[in-house]
């Protein structure tokens, strides 16, 4: 059984000579599982058609923003409508300001906000502001958390717990590198420990609430008040990372679902509804010292784009629905046993992780809370499943290391058609 992928074959072999990897951003060209990409010809509600007209239950969800399904109508007529008027003016419109005000009834922590283009913007400027309004230069990031492509961000650990980063990419100044100190998630001593040596010069600490750029991996009981805690303790600003988890994981994102109050979030993903856009936002005294302001310089010639705000607040508007994260958590939950269900039944060790509409499958019997965790996980095996389930039409992310979506475009029997197809993967992928 091999799907026929002639076309999008050709197109890749076309890309390959344009572009790095055939591609517009790393992830999506097959390295870590192998062998090709699809090219996507439309998609509609839970699924991903491509051009040879093979269909996928799509998992992905362009990386997070489609929690209500692909091309989902309400989404469409919105845009449809505000792009006769124009597509951009360079002077503030209507749209804005009811990005604004729904933004802030969702996140109260995030009284005022500004809208970027994507979600590398927002943590750059995030980090900017808590530079900016703190007059201290370090940042806190922990290991295998992905807050965009910023220079301060593509840092791993340096060689012992408490040294300063180091580059995780050439191009980025290793004495940038040295302003971004990294600790392991989850770990509760290791971050006490590191804001009794530097407390006093770290600006800001910034997390996903859950982390969904290592698979996913939920924060322990207590961790995200912990670390509340210490930036309170020490001055320094608690940034929130929620362009994945806004919206996703509850209806005011991680931070209503675990009762933190962060000092700065940032958006984006969601709030786009497949638009480039992002936001960075938080309590009015750290906003108001953003130009024009205050003096905390961050612009950009496309933000607040009318089209990209009528996507988002049409997305955003479908979150109202009575039952909307219940029936998305329902169907996560009965995903995620009938996986297990499925690997056991064939003799195969997995676990997984989950919060509300996205989850994370390892293979491994052990509980996984770290980015450790994480990599010590059987890969190849991923890798092997990912592509069984794609033979069988259901779309995974093309890494071991990215979280699953969930939207609310799908139904039960979209859910009891992957488990079934999860069936054979594992039965393949483990037959010697
Ligand atoms: C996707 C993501 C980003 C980066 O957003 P882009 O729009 O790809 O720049 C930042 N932080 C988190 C948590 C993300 O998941």
């Not at 805690?229 to 209806?251: N, Q, W």
Request: aromatic residues 8%; negative net charge; proline residues 5%.
């Amino acid at each position: 059984m091999s799907l026929d992928t002639s076309r999008s074959h050709d197109l890749f072999q076309r890309a390959r000579q344009f572009m790095p990897g055939g591609v517009n951003s790393p992830v999506r060209a097959f390295k870590s599982v192998g062998g090709e990409p699809f090219f996507a010809q439309r998609a509609e509600g839970a699924y991903l058609y491509d051009v040879d007209g093979n269909r996928y239950i799509d998992y992905v969800g362009s990386w997070g923003p489609m929690i209500a399904g692909h091309a989902h109508p309400s989404v469409i007529e919105a845009v449809q409508k505000t792009l006769v008027d124009g597509l951009s003016f360079g002077v503030p419109n209507a749209l804005e300001v009811a990005m604004g005000e729904r933004l802030a009834e969702l996140m109260p922590s995030m009284p005022m906000q500004r809208m970027v283009n994507s979600g590398t913007e927002a943590t750059l400027s995030a980090i900017r502001l808590a530079r900016g309004a703190t007059g201290r230069t370090l940042i806190v990031k922990f290991e295998g958390c992905y807050h965009g492509h910023g220079d301060s961000f593509l840092v791993k650990a340096g060689s012992g717990a408490l040294t300063f980063g180091q580059p995780n990419s050439p191009g980025v100044p290793a004495p940038l590198a040295d302003l971004t100190l990294t600790l392991p998630y989850n770990d509760f001593d290791a971050a006490t420990t590191l804001f009794d040596a530097h407390g006093g010069e770290i600006a800001g600490l910034i997390i996903e609430p859950i982390a969904g750029n290592m698979n996913c991996i939920l924060p322990k009981d207590g961790y995200l008040q912990h670390l509340r805690e210490l930036c309170t303790k020490h001055g320094a600003l608690l940034i929130f990372d929620e362009v994945m988890t806004g919206f996703r994981v509850s209806r005011g994102g991680a931070q209503q679902r675990y009762g933190i109050t962060p000092d700065i979030t940032t958006l984006g993903k969601i709030i786009g509804g497949g638009m480039p856009v992002g936001a960075y936002g938080g309590r009015e005294d750290l906003m108001r010292q953003i130009a024009p302001d205050g003096p905390i310089y961050q612009a950009g010639t496309l933000s607040g784009n009318p089209v990209a705000m009528a996507a988002g607040l049409a997305t955003l508007a479908l979150l109202d629905e009575p039952g909307f994260y219940e029936r998305l958590e329902q169907n996560t939950n009965r995903l995620c046993d009938g996986l297990e269900t499925a690997a056991r039944d064939a003799g195969v060790a997995v676990t997984t992780n989950r919060s509300c509409a996205m989850f994370g499958l390892f293979f491994t019997d052990k509980k996984v809370e770290s980015f450790a965790d994480a990599t010590a996980c059987d890969i190849n095996a991923f890798n092997r499943f990912f592509h069984g389930m794609l033979q069988r039409g259901v779309y995974l992310a093309p890494s071991a290391y990215e979280a699953g979506f969930l939207s609310s475009a799908m139904s039960e029997s979209d859910i009891d058609a992957t488990i079934e197809a999860a069936r054979g993967a594992f039965r393949d992928a483990f037959a010697d």
